[in-house]
């Protein structure tokens, strides 16, 4: 692991009975970049956070993060993690303030009540912070979600394509909080099939494909164009 | 210890305000004791092995129900996936839940054991004491067990159907036990007749939640 090195994979194999989700994965991220990474439906994007966020054992190969091994303190770890999934990870039955303290204390933050305020202002939902989760419209609990996965004020954030089924405003909101983390010199992994959203905020852009890394460059080599080609091609290639 | 904690004040708190699992459970045990008291024949004397069967009947089942509960709450908008991705420990999770299902069967049979003595005759409520030592063992040994494969279970499609699969065949010598203790304590034997009984119902309790312990990092990962 080289000395600016923050996230290390290496040699990361999974498979999901006789289904080869990753093969043999490697790459490295210094602190602070930002990486898109695009794959077609398949290709193990998914997995890949998964197994870093620690929900999913790889069946061979490491996670390092800032130089520890995750099996050696993945609790630790967790403290230092966001992950935006496809998922709400809300409870319906507890308010949008109640939500988001029981989070901030399981992150064992400071003040949770205060941190939760914070939050609810940032995805303007001050106002409905006494209202069940389960009341609010699709678009209120998306950004309810978002606030959620920020309640630790996370080192690395994962996100699983964050922007799909997002209404306008919490995508706005998505996009202005990540390029206020990607400012602060947060580590961001993010999964997604939106070209000009993934190439706009990435420092480093990858294509997964058949469980291997096929492309991965810093953001500035990339022409968009030259891009999208590439990437239509390799979806191509493996649909075809 | 305080993660778990904080779990544990969850469930309590949304099942104080929502009490889904209580009301399954004081149902069902309500019912099975007054269709049993229905169907033993008036003026018959209950014996105390007569008793503490009917007791078990009515707690086993009426726990199973609050058991198969005890990860619903998660799986709405897949929470178990947010409490496994906070700094929670697996086996921190297993012991909140656990101890949740002890709270809410010790919680149960505060309501269930009046009807029983009501029912059955208030001979039995003399042996009151030596009966709570005898439920702490069976709720804890019914949590250890219970929880363990409710955490199994979590995933599965119908697990409403797959829980008391798994669960009773496994449990059945800890009611086993539980109802011969509770037996000896309503017909008023000392504690060293039956004190071999509840070494054993412990030895239970010990060995399925140290296995839960074990296992539970296994069970919530992939």
Redesign the interface.
């Known amino acids: 692991m080289a000395a600016d090195d923050y996230l290390e994979v290496s040699g990361l194999c999974k498979e999901y009975e006789g289904c080869r989700a990753l093969r043999d994965l490697s790459f490295r991220l210094a602190r602070g970049d930002f990486l898109t990474l695009f794959g077609p439906n398949g290709a193990g994007k998914s997995t890949l956070l998964r197994i870093i966020a620690t929900l999913t054992a790889p069946d061979s190969g490491r996670v390092r993060v800032d130089g520890a091994d995750l099996e050696d303190g993945s609790e630790e770890f967790r403290k230092r993690l966001g992950f935006i999934s496809h998922h709400a990870l809300l409870y319906d039955q507890m308010s949008a303030l109640e939500n988001l303290v029981f989070s901030a204390s399981l992150y064992g933050v400071a003040d949770p009540g205060a941190r939760a305020e914070e939050l609810l202002a940032q995805v303007d939902l001050q106002l409905h912070r006494h209202r069940l989760a389960g009341t609010f419209s699709r678009g209120m609990r998306q950004r309810l979600s978002i606030a959620r996965a920020l309640v630790n004020d996370p080192d690395l954030l994962l996100l699983d394509e964050p922007f799909t089924g997002l209404d306008r405003q919490a995508a706005l909101l998505l996009g202005e909080l990540l390029l206020v983390l990607k400012e602060r010199r947060r580590t961001i992994i993010m999964v997604t099939h939106d070209l000009d959203r993934g190439l706009a905020m990435a420092s480093r852009v990858g294509i997964l494909a058949g469980g291997r890394l096929a492309f991965l460059e810093p953001r500035h080599r990339i022409d968009a164009a030259a891009f999208a080609g590439l990437y239509l091609a390799t979806i191509n290639g493996e649909t075809s | 210890m305080?993660?778990a904690w904080?779990v544990i004040r969850?469930d309590l708190r949304?099942e104080l305000?929502?009490p889904q699992a209580m009301i399954a459970m004081l149902f069902f045990g309500f019912l099975l004791l007054v269709i049993l008291d229905v169907a033993v024949p008036a003026g018959t004397e209950i014996t105390p092995e007569t008793g503490a069967g009917i007791l078990w009947v009515a707690i086993t089942f009426s726990s199973v129900l609050g058991l198969g509960r005890s990860f619903d709450?998660e799986k709405?908008?897949?929470?178990l996936?947010?409490?496994?991705?906070?700094?929670?420990?697996p086996e921190g999770l297993f012991g909140a839940k656990m101890a949740v299902n002890c709270i809410f069967m010790g919680l149960a049979e505060l309501a269930i054991l009046p009807l029983f003595f009501i029912l059955y005759g208030d001979a039995f409520l003399r042996s009151l004491p030596a009966l709570a030592l005898v439920l702490l063992l069976a709720n804890s040994g019914f949590a250890a067990t219970g929880t363990l494969f409710a955490a199994i279970t979590a995933g599965a499609d119908r697990n409403e159907a797959l829980l008391p699969m798994l669960f009773f065949p496994l449990v059945m010598p800890l009611i086993a036990m539980a109802v011969r203790a509770t037996g000896m304590i309503f017909a008023g034997a000392p504690l060293p007749e039956y004190s071999s009984w509840l070494q054993v119902m412990a030895a239970f309790t010990l060995i399925f939640t140290g296995l839960g312990f074990l296992v539970s990092r296994h069970i919530f990962?992939?």
């Open positions: 305080r993660s904080l969850k949304a305000r929502r709450r709405e908008n897949h929470c996936e947010g409490l496994l991705l906070s700094p929670l420990s990962r992939d």
